[in-house]
């Protein structure tokens, strides 16, 4: 268990190994009225094949819901709030992470895995939705340098981070510059690390580092980016 979080509910429904944010209503119903067609949806595009991104309102509110088709192997509810898997990590410390004060990121209200023994056969995660446009769409980047590295030092602080660093998961809005689709992936030194020199490198903007260890982390995928020509 991550210290410090509620873990999410889980359950069996229709197929699907169901795991509801802890302390929050039951979303199930909302997912239900997606898989049987009960709502209208708006098709989001995302640049992978097996990935859609759906957006529509359910009960008067509105959600955000990925549909995953990639298959993958994991460990199935080995841990409390869900096996070990990328989805289910993700909720956990987004989830912890919304309930100590972050609002950098949307909150995570539900996933719902399909398996076939150790073989996840396909994911939905229900999301809130953010109002905005990708900070592609939304003007020079330059503009938004400070607001980038504001985000990322709140994920960071705690426990949350991207990994995968591009201006289509920075939405700028009302409420101001959030980040979606987070990774979540560990060990979480090293997921930190990368993502300071990735917005450094993409963004120009510098986050102080959190220590020497995560200095030297830093230092070392730099020189490993630069000798592959990575960007």
């Not at 229709?14 to 997912?31: E, I, M, Q, S, T």
Request: aromatic share 10%; charged share 30%.
């Amino acid at each position: 268990m991550i210290d410090g979080e509620r873990a999410p509910v889980h359950s069996r429904k229709d197929g699907f190994d169901v795991y509801n944010r802890a302390g929050g209503k039951d979303y199930w119903p909302v997912l239900e009225a997606f898989l049987r067609g009960r709502v209208e949806t708006e098709n989001l595009k995302h640049n992978r094949s097996k990935r859609k991104v759906y957006a529509f309102e359910y009960g008067g509110a509105r959600y955000v819901l990925k549909r995953d088709l990639m298959r993958s192997a994991g460990l199935r509810r080995l841990f409390p709030g869900g096996g070990w898997t990328f989805h289910t990590r993700a909720m956990r410390k987004v989830n912890r992470a919304v309930d100590r004060g972050c609002r950098a990121t949307p909150d995570i209200f539900l996933v719902a895995e399909r398996w076939t023994g150790l073989l996840r056969q396909e994911v939905f995660a229900l999301m809130e939705f953010v109002d905005g446009e990708m900070l592609l769409l939304g003007g020079e980047i330059a503009k938004y340098r400070s607001a980038i590295g504001e985000v990322m030092a709140e994920l960071h602080a705690h426990g949350v981070t991207l990994s995968d660093v591009n201006a289509r998961n920075y939405l700028v809005g009302p409420r101001g510059l959030k980040v979606i689709d987070l990774a979540c992936r560990f060990p979480d030194a090293l997921e930190m690390a990368r993502d300071a020199v990735k917005v450094k490198i993409k963004f120009a903007v510098d986050l102080p580092p959190r220590g020497i260890v995560d200095a030297s982390l830093r230092a070392a995928i730099a020189l490993f980016y630069k000798i592959r020509g990575k960007a």
